[in-house]
């Protein structure tokens, strides 16, 4: 069937095939369409499957050799690729090039365009430069972290006496008036918890509630900016009636020794759960500088590096983009798209924001397989069961029950793969020269971008 067939490389790791079959073969596709046209034709005047070729072809010429153009494409390109090391990418689908016409008496060719797995070149990776910041764990992160822990052991109790404070949790009853003090329909709304001082409330009413007491009602005009965070009351001003239901006060325990035994049974002072405190936060940092160094290693690797994102695999990982966000915003992706409407921008021109992002991340990818293929970095069975058990005691789960769960979701070859990819990392590491940047606090390491 197929005579002939012809790789052209495009830009950003595209291809042009083409293909040819010998006219012998389209000769004999187009009378077997005939044939199985004619065993079912109703043609007046003719009897069931006795329908005469000639008068198929004037009154079914068209639709016969549409369906046999579409049966010779999809039987040649089946087993043209099967053929050729050039596979389209998996969310690459083949598409036709040009226009076709299929002629009987002739050969009959065709072209398809698809993007297939990039060819990289591999810059420099080995003895490289960096220069990394440091991160501080300073007394402040440590207070932190108590303070955090204090409120977490908090009692909350009802405060019987007296009126609202900042940090104190409040219920309340809400509503919109309008000129005429009349309640504005769809905006009354009862028992509403939030911690004053917090400002989780649509109108912002925090310092408005401080200092009344419980059962009292109040009204206060709120004038809101043109850029206010809820859009449907930026730039108006708006009259909020207020009742205050319960006042709630949390008590806080004492930073002390009691605090630290009622935290874990393993800490006997105070002492003991500042110092684990003080490791958990190196320890965070230490992975985070390690991280870093990874990420700049692997944008000078890509940067030395040349690389040709296709636009199929480009499209696939904005795609996953989107499906990430919409997830984080926890609604649905329809109302999404109408958030994004109501701004003037549509699903695409959004997910267009991301495609540096989006090329950034997959040159990385590239590059990580490329060296991995390279440098032939495998994992045992034993590394992986070494990892898994790593894993079990960092999360202080049982083993027998994290090997199951990891082999139950299909998770087996995925750890394998981190664990390589871990592998490499090390390599390229020890090889690496880090030079230390400047000093940054632990809160702002762990907050910004990797």
Known sequence: MVTDK??????????????????????????????????????????????PVEIMERKFGESLKWEATHQLLDESLKQTLEEIEEKPLPYSQPELDGEIELNTDADFSYSVKY??????????????EIEVDRIEVGDEDLERELKSIQEQNAVVQEKTSGAVEKDDIVTIDYWELDENDEVVPNTEREDFVFTVGSGYNLYKIDDDVVGMERGAETVTTKEFPSDYEHSELAGQTKRIGVRLKTIKQREMPEIDDELAQDV?????????????????????????????????????????????????????????????????????????????????????????????????????????QKMLEREAIEVSDEELDADIKARAEASAMDIGETREYIKKNNMTEYLRHEVRERKLYDQLLETTTVKPGKQVKFLDAMQRNA
């Open 264 to 368: 874990s049974e393993k800490y006997e002072s105070l002492e003991d759960l500042k110092q684990d405190i003080r490791r958990r936060l190196e320890s965070a940092a230490e992975n985070r500088m390690r991280d870093e160094k990874v990420q700049q290693l692997l944008d000078r690797i890509v940067a030395n590096s040349e690389i040709e994102v296709p636009e199929s695999m480009l499209s696939a990982e904005l795609d996953q983009f989107w499906q990430d966000f919409v997830q984080k915003l926890q609604t649905a992706p329809e109302q999404v798209e109408q958030m994004l409407a109501a701004q003037g921008m549509t699903k695409d021109d959004f997910k267009q924001r991301w495609r540096d992002d989006a090329v950034k991340r997959l040159s990385r990818r590239l590059v990580v």
């Open 6 to 51: 012809q790789i052209e490389r495009l830009e950003n790791a595209a291809v042009r095939l083409t293909v040819t079959i010998d006219k012998d073969s389209v000769k004999e596709k187009y009378d077997d369409v005939v044939k199985q046209y004619a065993k079912s034709a109703q043609v007046k005047g003719f009897r069931k499957g006795k329908v």
């Open 115 to 128: 993007d297939v797995y990039p060819k990289i070149e591999l810059g420099e990776y080995s003895g490289l």
